[in-house]
T-cell receptor, first 116, second 111 residues
């Protein structure tokens, strides 16, 4: 597609429920990233997928968080047993792979998750 | 550990020049990026510096000094639409492309 698409744009869930967030990256972008951003804060890295390599999961805050990327394209971030501190905007980004790292990320509009 | 520092807020008037600084301490360094984010919007990529010096793109320029672990974003001829948050981000690994983001600087442009 023309841009990075995320769904849903807003999600309100009850504490303890599981949620799934979807990201559809730009076609041809081999790298995909998940970040989260709390209100007025910076971006916190969660997970990074690059082609067929094992994902870098070093940013996932707990084992309640997991993500997969199917067919090298669409990615799903799953949060199990949601807690109120999980409330944030979850941003997905994709980029062309570059040894030089000079291709910037293209971010989606994010999913605003509210846990009540 | 990894840390990036930026001023939390900067205020300037239309037409002025403003510089947003970023200092970093990371386990590795391969490049520095800058992103702009308007309220409620997604971050958008502005620039990337891997080597020392100044890169210019229109009204925006980005500078890097690797020996000082320091960079800045320079915005010239400020416009009201430049009011946004600006994030620096460091690429800290050579084998991947993951970036560590700074806390962001909120720029307010006054008429």
């Amino acid at each position: 597609g023309a841009g990075v698409s995320q769904s849903p744009s807003n999600k309100v869930t009850e504490k303890g429920k599981d949620v799934e967030l979807r990201c559809d990256p730009i076609s041809g972008h081999t790298a995909l990233y998940w970040y989260r951003q709390s209100l007025g804060q910076g971006l916190e890295f969660l997970i990074y997928f690059q082609g067929n390599s094992a994902p870098d999961k070093s940013g996932l805050p707990s084992d309640r968080f997991s993500a997969e990327r199917t067919g090298g394209s669409v990615s799903t971030l799953t949060i199990q047993r949601t807690q109120q501190e999980d409330s944030a905007v979850y941003l997905c980004a994709s980029s062309l792979a570059s040894r030089r790292g000079d291709y910037g990320y293209t971010f989606g509009s994010g999913t605003r998750l509210t846990v009540v | 550990g990894q840390s990036l520092e930026q001023p939390s807020e900067v205020t300037a008037v239309e037409g002025a020049i403003v510089q947003i600084n970023c200092t970093y301490q990371t386990s590795g360094f391969y490049g520095l990026s800058w992103y702009q984010q308007h309220d409620g919007g997604a971050p958008t990529f502005l620039s990337y510096n891997a080597l020392d010096g100044l890169e210019e793109t229109g009204r925006f320029s980005s500078f890097l000094s690797r020996s000082d672990s320091y960079g800045y974003l320079l915005l010239q001829e400020l416009q009201m639409k430049d009011s946004a948050s600006y994030f620096c981000a460091v690429r800290d690994k050579g084998y991947g492309q993951n970036f560590v983001f700074g806390p962001g600087t909120r720029l307010s442009v006054l008429p």
